[in-house]
């Protein structure tokens, strides 16, 4: 009886030293978790004299019901360079958290794309660079051509594969956030 007693309070005693292990692989791993954008603000601002234009996505919940909202403050002139900036917020936070600033300390890990709608006369080019050399796409320039309409395009990528040649197709990774806008050149 003294046998199975102690032999019992043995087993007890290894069970719970091994629940308590603190090798215990069974922990979860810390996932990164993507922030949500909810806002996604571009500006242009014309080299010389003329209005900013803002393009803006805002989709305050985020992939709830509610639709998001495009706004274009205006048209852009014919033949001008634009500074362009792209700024994301998450304002389901108050005040909104910017997370233009996690992009930018992960630059390495992102780049935004620019996809120019058929019809369009525009191009861009980026204006900043990862720790790496290549492109990140926060800054940029937007140089319009004769009168024209249709859609431009940013993408932000998590993780594509750098360098590549600045498009979608060779880019890999991940969609972050996409907002497209009608724009017209006048």
Known sequence: MKKIKLLSAMLLAGSLFISCSDDDDSTPAIVNEEELITTVKVTLSPEGDGADI?????????DGSDKPVYTVSGSLAANTVYD??????NETESPAENITLEVEEEGDE????YTIGTGLDLTTEYADLDEGGNPL????????????TGT????L???P???NDDTLNDAGGETDVEASFDIEIE
């Open 54 to 62: 803002t393009l803006q996505l805002q989709d305050l919940d985020g």
């Open 84 to 89: 362009g900036s792209i700024v994301l917020l």
């Open 110 to 113: 992102h780049q935004f794309f």
């Open 137 to 148: 796409g926060i800054e940029f320039t937007v140089t319009t051509g004769e009168a024209s």
């Open 152 to 155: 431009l395009t940013f993408t």
């Open 157 to 159: 990528r998590h993780e």
């Open 161 to 163: 594969k750098k360098p």
